[in-house]
């Protein structure tokens, strides 16, 4: 590995002033993965002035390899996973009048695509432990007006996928599952990816892999592609010559560009390594920091096998501790605000006591490819210490 990929961030580092710091060391929160400049600067370059930056063959050649990384054949590649999420949604049919079952417990632009189809959300209650969707609080918001599940990964959590799925198949309505955070997750032996007719995946930033933006979208169902490929192209058909195509149904300007593209083709030869720091960091604070008096650690599914985006806590007293855990250089935070206090999502107000008591005791703290053996040493003893 390159020292731009060394799993080094936490060792000493030049202060303001170029000299040497000796106090600790902060550990981000969130850290941006980025490919060996070696390998990714020529065919930025080459890409850039190519005089085809818009979406082309290195759009394809993504679609198909990332495919190839998640195990599921049919990908559609998006400007972000906020795109093809929407897309998603319009996909599985979902429109005005319907009602779309979600988690409060995300990034809001889970559930703002919702509102954009002109579908009403409805909340259902979260686990407790885990802060993913419950699947009986799912299945008894069920009404003859849901059209579809939207389920999230919460922190790369795969949520009761077999329970939902067996709730969508009984009312024949589709699962769409929202893996911004579970990228590398699996389920039942299974990527996530493999289960439910949509799955998207955010290649935002700060997620496990990123093409500075981008999302993607599996579609269970070869059929979806083409209309999907409309959509996200002003209802256009690319393939056909401009003068030809109808305009048929509204579309959008949602396709990934061959920057983008080129960047996460980039990424993709270095992605496993990243992914599998992030779950041997987590699998290691599983170990680790059970048994701390005042700290519950999240459960799960036995079929489920997190990609721990971050790694969260459920903590007594848990604002001492995120304090506690910031004096001592160790990267913090809530991350998301449950999507129900939010005012636009006032119409969907109702009591959901299991998110009341996951989001007052979470703390997400750092898990990451950047997190190495002696930095999640020092975040293992910052909460053996207690606050
Ligand atoms: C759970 C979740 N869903 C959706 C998104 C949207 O993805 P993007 O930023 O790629 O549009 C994000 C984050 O950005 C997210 O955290």
């Not at 981000?28 to 370059?45: G, H, N, S």
């Not at 579970?182 to 290649?203: D, N, Q, V, W």
């Not at 699998?283 to 969260?312: K, M, Q, V």
Request: aromatic share 8%; proline share 6%.
């Amino acid at each position: 590995m390159s020292a731009r990929i060394r799993l080094l961030p936490n060792s000493a580092a030049p202060d303001g002033r170029g000299r040497m710091s000796n106090i600790a060391q902060q550990i981000p929160l969130f850290k941006v993965f980025m490919a060996p400049e070696a390998a990714l600067m020529p065919r930025l370059r080459d890409v850039l002035y190519s005089g085809a930056i818009s979406e082309g063959p290195p759009v394809a050649e993504f679609e198909r390899r990332f495919a190839e990384f998640i195990g599921q054949p049919q990908m559609l590649s998006f400007y972000s996973g906020t795109a093809a999420l929407h897309t998603a949604l319009l996909l599985a049919g979902v429109g005005p009048g319907d009602e779309v079952i979600s988690t409060a417990m995300t990034a809001e632009p889970t559930n703002l695509v919702i509102l954009q189809t002109g579908a009403q959300v409805v909340w259902a209650d979260v686990d407790a432990r885990n802060g993913n969707l419950a699947p009986d609080a799912v299945a008894a918001k069920i009404t003859p007006l849901t059209r579809a599940i939207l389920v999230v990964h919460y922190g790369g959590i795969p949520a009761s996928i077999a329970a939902l799925r067996a709730i969508a198949e009984r009312h024949g309505i589709a699962v769409i599952e929202d893996a911004a955070h579970a990228l590398g997750a699996r389920y039942g032996g299974k990527p996530i990816g493999a289960h439910s007719e949509y799955t998207m995946y955010s290649l935002q930033a700060i997620k496990h892999m990123t093409t500075v933006d981008g999302g993607m979208l599996a579609c269970r169902n070869p059929d979806d592609l083409p209309r999907g490929r409309r959509l996200r192209w002003f209802g256009i058909d690319r393939a056909a010559p401009r003068t030809e195509v109808d305009v048929a149904e509204v579309g959008y300007k949602y396709h990934m560009n061959n920057v983008n593209a080129t960047i996460g083709l980039v990424q993709l030869d270095y992605i496993r390594p990243v992914l599998e720091r992030h779950i041997a960091n987590g699998r290691y604070f599983d170990a680790a920091l059970r048994g701390i008096p005042g700290l519950r650690l999240c459960a799960w599914d036995a079929a489920a096998e997190p990609s721990y985006w971050f790694y969260t806590v459920l903590a007594e007293r848990r604002d001492d501790l995120a304090r506690r855990l910031g004096e001592l250089g160790i990267g913090n935070s809530l991350a998301h605000k449950r999507n129900d206090r939010h005012s636009v999502f006032a119409a969907s107000r109702c009591e959901l006591p299991g998110l009341d008591r996951f989001y007052d005791a979470m703390l997400h703290i750092p898990c990451g490819w950047w997190v190495d053996d002696a930095a999640r040493e020092r975040i293992a003893g910052a909460l053996r210490q207690g606050w």
